[in-house]
């Protein structure tokens, strides 16, 4: 409605619907022209008439006439593919030959069609659908033929260039096989050498790895010696070793007033002085001789106050956590052992004593505990290092000869390597060889086979590239033959291919 609307108005019609509708039907049926084509050839032309009495009355009929041979020779123009010459290039002779030659087909089975009329009584038709057939099927026909005709031409091309290729290369094998031959020789010899020089090697490296492997053994039961001599040693520390680590335990949790406490005392009691005695053989601090309370003539030692100067060095704690416990004087130790069993030195009396004085006697009856054991241990620590002593010493020398067997294994697998890679190189040659014998044997049976058809193949390829160029006429009149003459008899289809023929040439 939108497009038809301006027009409409243009033209003073009313814009409502139904009279947009009928100026758009008025429109129609004066612009709409519909034309039939029809061939009054047959009784299909008749039988329509009949059936559809409009197609008289209601149409404008034109009778179209014969086509002249402009136009026969236009259409040929328009729709012939190009022509190509002998040597490939396109011809516009050779097109406009092909082209006149198309309407003396046409033009000649006009008459043709009138002899036979008149002298068989027989009505053919010759339309411009033939003319048109006539150049569709010499189109389709030709584009076949030249694709046929060049593959053909190619194969046998394609074979002559086999054969040469082939002369060719059995000349190459042949100086390829004089050429690996001494390659092989040589190669050869040198694989026999190296693996004799493999084998010496071989020899060499086991007997190496023999010695090494002894040593090993001897080496394994020196270090499971050691081993169960450490173990031994450790076991027995390992009793000591947990006093030893409660009583510096103790140790760490006094504190300066807990030193300052017992330091202070006037009168202490028997558990601590006790106590201060024993820390004080262990540290070597001398008594201080006294006058004895109950015989004034005697004199006494006194350890209390060489107890409060150590009390009060500041390097007091120092002294017992840094203690050489590994190398006690025996002489301390002897010292120390009576106090062990005085009721007063007793751990559960010190402790209620005081606090200061318990730590203190943990530490004397630990360093008494690991002396003990020590002296037990010392001995086998001995053993112990110059069993280690003689396992690194061992091991020094095997791990010398480990490097030996290495470098000679090095050596061997470098030889190894060489020699894969030289008898891969041989068998590569060897496989060289006999592909070129394999393949000269092949190719000069090749050859001695289809000798005789190197020149057969060579006329045939010539033949086909002459074929080529005569498709052009040949396939027009196939062609022409396929659109004109199949109403007609042999006498009538000789006389017009001769003419055909004569007009080709």
């Not at 396992?391 to 490097?403: F, P, Q, R, V």
């Not at 092949?442 to 086909?464: D, P, Q």
Request: contains cysteine.
């Amino acid at each position: 409605m939108e497009a038809v609307s301006p027009r409409a108005k243009r033209a003073g019609k009313p814009l409502t619907p139904a009279g947009l509708w009928a100026f758009f039907l008025d429109s129609v049926r004066v612009n709409w022209h519909l034309v039939l084509t029809m061939s009054p050839v047959g009784g299909s032309f008749r039988e329509r008439l009949r059936k559809f009495p409009s197609l008289v009355s209601c149409t404008t009929i034109d009778w179209f006439s014969v086509w002249p041979a402009d136009a026969l020779k236009s259409v040929a123009n328009k729709f012939l593919p190009s022509m190509e010459a002998a040597d490939g290039s396109a011809s516009s002779a050779l097109r406009s030959a092909v082209e006149d030659a198309c309407m003396l087909f046409h033009t000649s089975i006009r008459q043709l069609a009138e002899d036979n009329r008149r002298e068989l009584g027989r009505h053919t038709y010759v339309t411009p659908t033939s003319y048109l057939e006539l150049i569709y099927t010499y189109n389709e026909l030709l584009g076949a033929q030249r694709s046929n005709v060049q593959q053909l031409q190619r194969r046998y091309e394609v074979g002559l260039e086999k054969l040469l290729t082939a002369e060719g290369e059995v000349n190459v094998m042949k100086q390829e096989l004089i050429e690996l031959q001494p390659k092989l020789i040589e190669t050869g010899k040198e694989v026999e050498e190296t693996l004799r020089v493999v084998d010496a090697q071989t020899k060499e490296a086991a007997a190496k790895k023999e010695v090494v492997e002894g040593e090993e053994a001897i080496a394994a039961e020196k270090a499971a010696a050691a081993k169960a001599i450490k173990d031994e040693c450790e076991g027995e520390l390992a009793v000591a070793m947990p006093m030893l680590e409660s009583a510096l335990t103790a140790l760490n949790t006094l504190t300066k007033a807990d030193i300052t406490e017992v330091r202070s005392m006037k009168n202490p009691p028997a558990p601590v002085k006790v106590t201060m005695e024993a820390v004080c053989q262990l540290l070597n601090v001398k008594p201080k001789k006294v006058n004895d309370p109950a015989n004034p003539t005697k004199k006494m030692d006194d350890y209390w106050g060489p107890s409060q100067a150590l009390l009060g060095d500041t390097t007091f704690m120092t002294q017992l956590q840094e203690y050489d416990k590994d190398n006690i004087s025996p002489a301390y130790i002897q010292a120390v052992r009576p106090y062990l069993d005085k009721p007063e030195f007793q751990s559960d009396t010190v402790k209620k004593a005081s606090k200061a004085a318990y730590g203190l006697c943990c530490w004397v009856r630990a360093m008494e505990a690991y002396d003990k054991v020590a002296k037990v241990v010392a001995p086998k620590k001995a053993k112990l290092q110059q069993a280690e002593g003689e396992y690194y010493t061992l091991m020094e020398g095997l791990a010398a000869k480990k490097a030996e067997l290495g470098a000679v294994v090095a050596a061997l697998q470098a030889l190894n390597d060489k020699l894969a890679s030289m008898q891969a190189r041989r068998q590569q040659l060897e496989e060289e060889v006999a592909l070129c014998k394999t393949k000269l044997e092949r190719a000069t049976k090749l050859i001695g086979g289809l000798g005789g058809e190197k020149t057969r193949w060579s006329e045939v390829a010539k033949k086909l590239a002459a074929d080529y160029t005569n498709l052009t006429g040949d396939v027009l009149l196939s062609a022409g033959f396929i659109a004109y003459l199949g109403p007609y008899t042999a006498a009538y289809r000789e006389r017009a291919v001769g003419q055909w023929v004569e007009r080709c040439r």
